[in-house]
C-alpha cells in the first residue's frame, strides 16, 4: 500500500493508469479510498493506492520513460460545447420575437 498525492485535474482512472499501468484498478482504487469513481478529487488530496493490484508493466515502462502522468479530469464544463441551435434558445433573451 502506497499513499500518493492527487495533481491537478486527475481521476481515479489517471491514478490507475499511473501507477497500475492499467484502467481496471481504478473501481478497486475508489473502494479503499471510501469514494465514487466519479468523484472529482482536488489537488493535495491523499489517495491510498493499494498493493496487489494487476499491473501492466510495459504501460508502467512507458509513462516513465516518458514522464507522462495522465490528467484527464473535467473541473467543470471546460471541453463540453455550449448548446446551439433553437432547443437552446430562450424567448426574449436570444431568441427576440419582432
Same mark, same amino acid.
Given at each position: 500500500?502506497?499513499? +500518493?498525492? +492527487?495533481? $491537478? *485535474?486527475?481521476?481515479?482512472?489517471?491514478?490507475? #493508469?499511473?501507477?497500475?499501468?492499467?484502467?481496471?484498478?481504478?473501481?478497486? #482504487?475508489?473502494? +479503499?479510498?471510501?469514494?465514487?469513481?466519479?468523484?472529482? $478529487?482536488?489537488?493535495?488530496?491523499?489517495? /491510498? /493506492?493499494?498493493?496487489?493490484?494487476? *499491473?501492466?508493466?510495459?504501460?508502467? *515502462?512507458?509513462?516513465?520513460?516518458?514522464?507522462?502522468?495522465?490528467?484527464?479530469?473535467?473541473?467543470?464544463?471546460?471541453? /463540453?460545447?455550449?448548446?446551439?441551435?433553437?432547443?437552446? $434558445?430562450? +424567448?426574449?433573451?436570444?431568441? /427576440? #420575437?419582432?
Amino acid at each position: 500500500m502506497k499513499t +500518493v498525492t +492527487v495533481l $491537478m *485535474q486527475q481521476s481515479f482512472l489517471d491514478l490507475s #493508469i499511473q501507477y497500475t499501468g492499467t484502467v481496471y484498478n481504478a473501481f478497486e #482504487i475508489a473502494r +479503499v479510498n471510501n469514494r465514487s469513481i466519479t468523484d472529482q $478529487m482536488a489537488a493535495g488530496d491523499e489517495i /491510498i /493506492i493499494p498493493d496487489g493490484l494487476t *499491473q501492466s508493466p510495459k504501460a508502467l *515502462q512507458y509513462f516513465e520513460a516518458r514522464k507522462i502522468v495522465p490528467a484527464t479530469g473535467l473541473t467543470g464544463r471546460e471541453g /463540453i460545447p455550449e448548446p446551439t441551435g433553437i432547443g437552446s $434558445m430562450i +424567448v426574449d433573451t436570444n431568441f /427576440i #420575437i419582432t
